[in-house]
């Protein structure tokens, strides 16, 4: 069964340091998602993006975060200078057809630490 | 303010017996609702999506209700399995403007003894 895949399952960097995220969604899904969740609390919708945009996006998602689909596989979460409360767990997810009302298909998520 | 609440905060049950997790939530305008599966360190995995016309839905063991004049949502669980252990979320997709917002609630977590 086909599932999203993410890329590392763990990442250790430094205060300030820039991080790339990487996903690939289930190859047949035209929309994408990625979520955080701080450890202990819950999941929080970071942005969605559809037809090489970003559909909707949150109030945590600022200028420090962006997105990109680099090739037709990949899916990338940047985040360009790490704080500390940027430690989480980040989840990617992927749907098809009309993505409000489809299956969202997470993948198991790269757990960052900030140091 | 877009909120999504659940309770109980956790539950223990004996294997073979029957739960209900309720979610409220004041989401608007509203998509749809969906309940969703964690385990321990891993992503949410989809049990139900219920739009505002929909009453029930069922997906196995599991049976989502929707009351969209309420806003009220549970999930019941049939029968329960040593595996269902985990955390239930209730998450409310918005329509409109933000159309695709995800909230999210606390979720419950489920312990399911032998």
């Known amino acids: 069964e086909p599932e999203v895949t993410q890329t590392p399952s763990h990442q250790v960097t430094q205060m300030g340091q820039e991080v790339i995220l990487r996903c690939v969604p289930i190859?047949?899904?035209?929309?994408f998602y990625w979520y955080r969740q701080i450890l202990g609390q819950k999941v929080e919708f970071l942005v969605s993006?559809?037809?090489?945009?970003?559909?909707?996006k949150s109030e945590i998602f600022d200028d420090q975060f962006s997105v990109e689909r680099p090739d037709g596989s990949n899916f990338t979460l940047k985040i360009r200078s790490t704080k500390l409360e940027d430690s989480a767990m980040y989840f990617c997810?992927?749907?098809?057809?009309?993505?409000?009302?489809?299956?969202?298909?997470f993948g198991p998520g790269t757990r960052l630490l900030v140091l | 303010k877009n909120q999504v609440e659940q309770s109980p905060q956790s539950l223990i049950i004996l294997e073979g017996k029957n739960c209900t997790l309720q979610?409220?939530?004041?989401?608007?305008?509203?998509?749809?609702l969906r309940w969703y599966k964690q385990d321990t360190g891993r992503g949410p995995v989809s049990l139900t999506i219920?739009?505002?016309?929909?009453n029930t839905k069922s997906n196995g063991r599991y049976t989502a209700t929707l009351d969209a004049d309420t806003k009220q949502s549970s999930l019941h669980i049939t029968a329960s399995q040593l595996s269902d252990s985990a955390s239930y979320i209730c998450?409310?997709?918005?329509?409109?403007?933000?159309?695709?917002?995800?909230?999210f609630g606390d979720g419950t977590t489920l312990t399911v003894k032998p």
């Open positions: 997810a992927s749907s098809g057809g009309t993505a409000l009302y489809e299956t969202q298909y």
């Open positions: 190859s047949n899904h035209l929309y």
């Open positions: 993006f559809y037809n090489n945009e970003i559909s909707e």
């Open positions: 979610c409220n939530y004041t989401v608007s305008p509203f998509s749809n």
């Open positions: 219920m739009t505002f016309s929909e």
């Open positions: 998450v409310v997709l918005r329509g409109g403007a933000g159309a695709g917002k995800s909230t």
